[in-house]
């Protein structure tokens, strides 16, 4: 005759001690994993932004592509990469359609422009051979997600950044850039300038950088052509 044998309690306990030290240990991995595809897919967004960009810079005569405080340059950048993903998969803004209007209007994209490389900004450069480091100056960047001290307040919306006024008064550049820039959109602390975010260069790469590698004052700074090497 056959004889069975049946677990005991001990080696059932031990089974399923063994299981949850398995997904204690998985579970953090797998999360892990998650934030770094988010993160990829952010950068992968923001590449195709640049690269359409390059296309439009060519057929506008070294013209790069301006603002006008609304999304003006969405639908032109579409116009060369119909497959553009405006919505960075780490963003967590409420005010994208669907959610919370500001002022009436929804969020339409997690992305902005750096408006010192903006043509229609008075202080910037409106052609891309006059920035002396392309790989150096950031173009696009994300947005702040939400002011929630101010529910009117329309950064969340804007399709420029104002990094020219991050200075104002020194020392306090990730405070200022965290109000219209979320800093922190990868990960750490926002106000920090340890804080992740991404960032697409004119050059047409992009790259998760620490805030305080992208801007610590008026002379080392990521955003001004003039000194961004």
């Not at 603002?67 to 405006?86: F, K, M, Q, V």
Request: glycine letters at 6%.
């Amino acid at each position: 005759m056959r004889r069975f044998h049946a677990f005991t309690l001990i080696e059932l306990l031990v089974v399923l001690a063994v299981i949850a030290l398995l997904v204690g240990i998985l579970l953090p991995a797998l999360a892990n994993a998650r934030v770094v595809a988010k993160n990829a897919a952010c950068l992968a967004n923001l590449r195709s932004l640049e690269q359409a960009h390059q296309v439009y810079v060519t057929d506008n005569d070294s013209w790069m592509i301006g603002t006008s405080h609304g999304n003006s340059w969405i639908e032109t950048l579409r116009a060369y990469d119909p497959t553009l993903l405006l919505r960075s998969p780490v963003d967590t803004s409420p005010h994208f359609e669907g959610g919370t209007p500001i002022l009436g209007q929804f969020r339409e994209t997690s992305y902005a422009i750096n408006r010192y490389v903006a043509p229609d900004y008075i202080n910037g450069v409106g052609q891309i051979h006059q920035v002396p480091s392309t790989s150096a100056t950031i173009h696009f960047l994300v947005k702040v997600f939400e002011k929630p001290g101010n529910p009117n307040d329309t950064a969340p919306l804007a399709d420029h950044a104002h990094p020219d006024l991050w200075d104002f008064p020194p020392g306090l550049g990730a405070i200022f850039a965290s109000d219209e820039v979320q800093i922190n959109a990868h990960g750490g602390d926002l106000e920090d300038n340890a804080a992740l975010a991404p960032y697409g260069f004119l050059d047409g790469h992009a790259a998760t950088l620490p805030f305080g590698e992208t801007y610590t004052d008026a002379s080392i700074n990521q955003f001004n052509p003039a000194v961004a090497r």
